[in-house]
């Protein structure tokens, strides 16, 4: 059971705006910053997201984070095939004093 | 560029323990918190813990305390990551991270992963 709730899936056609929503609670989410993770099947994760809604160099500005209280979201427009992936939440829980994963979300691009 | 380079994959018995090494290039290696995440077959992420290569200052999750210990080497650049008592269920796929810039928790730069599989 992850600290940080998603959904298992979501499916979205080409060209589609999709959400992925991220809840936890007021030692996770509410205090802290979140990431968001994609990962192509048999790949490392990268880094999409990174303080609720800034992105590294080279993620395309298709993908957008924002968070609210003890929920976040990922949103991705224009959906593409190869946006085809798992997508993983994260950000720190000052009560574990750990870092905290959510399920993730399988992605499928119909 | 920055890279991450694993150990290659281990196969260990029950109660035995397995150290992993994660060489970095490309930057200051004392600059960035070094994490590791494990994912085991099909499932989700799972955070292990992290290690200040500047300091050797670690924090572990509490899930892993007693178990594991992470150790840099600051003259090959180079972090370790041991688990020790492995049970069947620390099968999985064992990833270093460097967090995308000083102050930020997020890992911007991953290995390749170091399998490891517990089978007697």
């Known amino acids: 059971q992850s600290v940080l709730t998603q959904p298992p899936s979501t499916s979205g056609t080409p060209g589609q705006r999709v959400t992925i929503s991220c809840s936890g609670s007021?030692?996770?989410?509410?205090?802290?910053?979140v990431n968001w993770y994609q990962q192509l099947p048999g790949t490392a994760p990268k880094l999409l997201i990174y303080r609720n809604r800034q992105r590294p160099s080279g993620v395309p500005d298709r993908f957008s984070g924002s968070n609210s209280g003890t929920s976040a979201s990922l949103a991705i427009s224009g959906l593409q095939s190869e946006d085809e992936a798992n997508y993983y939440c994260a950000t720190w829980d000052d009560s574990l004093n750990a870092a905290v994963f959510g399920g993730g979300t399988q992605l499928t691009v119909l | 560029q920055v890279q991450l380079v694993q150990s290659g994959a281990e196969v260990k018995k029950p109660g035995a323990s397995v150290k992993v090494s994660c060489k970095a290039s490309g930057y200051t290696f004392t600059d960035y918190y070094m994490h590791w995440v494990r994912q085991a077959p099909g499932q989700g992420l799972e955070w292990m813990g992290w290690i200040n290569p500047d300091n050797g200052g670690r924090n572990y999750a509490q899930k892993f305390q007693g178990r594991v210990t992470m150790t840099r080497d600051t003259s090959i650049s180079t972090v370790y990551m041991e688990l020790t008592r492995l049970e069947s269920d620390d099968t999985a796929l064992y990833y270093c991270?460097?967090?995308?810039?000083?102050?930020?928790?997020?890992?911007?730069?991953w290995g390749q992963g170091t399998l490891v599989t517990i089978s007697s």
């Open positions: 007021s030692s996770n989410i509410g205090s802290n910053t």
């Open positions: 991270a460097r967090v995308q810039q000083q102050f930020v928790q997020a890992l911007g730069y």
